[in-house]
């Protein structure tokens, strides 16, 4: 005989939080529900659940919106970076992502993770760079940095 369960946490092999699933009896009633790793699915339970999905559905929609109004903010800006050059163009020291971070929120008023910053190496010499942003798993923006002489 089987029952359904409403899983409270990723269960290898059965599924995600929040999924409901059918599993033997036994396995239901002496395993998951005593751990705390699944629920009976009861009506009640189904609608708790469901009710959780909208508001986690809400925020995530939120959340993609704010990173698309920061994106609009720093899509295709160019940001100047000064900084004191030796021979050659070669700059004393480099750039980071952090002082990048630090820099846009300065120009900008864009406040972002120096980790979301993607630049593979750090900036060492004066010209122009195009460097991404990934501000959200479905966002991402372009900018450039334009290093000048101080």
Known sequence: MAVKVI???DVKNL???????????GYGRNFLIPRGL???ASAGNVRQ????KKVEEAKSARELEQAQELGKKLAGKTLQ???KVGGAGKLFGSITNQELADRIKEQFAVDIDRRKID???PIKSLGSYSVTARIHPEVH??????????
């Open 38 to 40: 699944a629920v009976e």
């Open 49 to 52: 659940i469901e009710q959780l």
């Open 15 to 25: 599924g995600k939080k929040g999924a409901i699933v059918e599993v033997a009896e």
């Open 81 to 83: 970076i000064k900084a």
């Open 141 to 150: 923006v372009t900018f450039n940095v334009e290093v000048i002489e101080e």
């Open 7 to 9: 899983l409270q946490k």
């Open 119 to 121: 630049l593979k190496e």
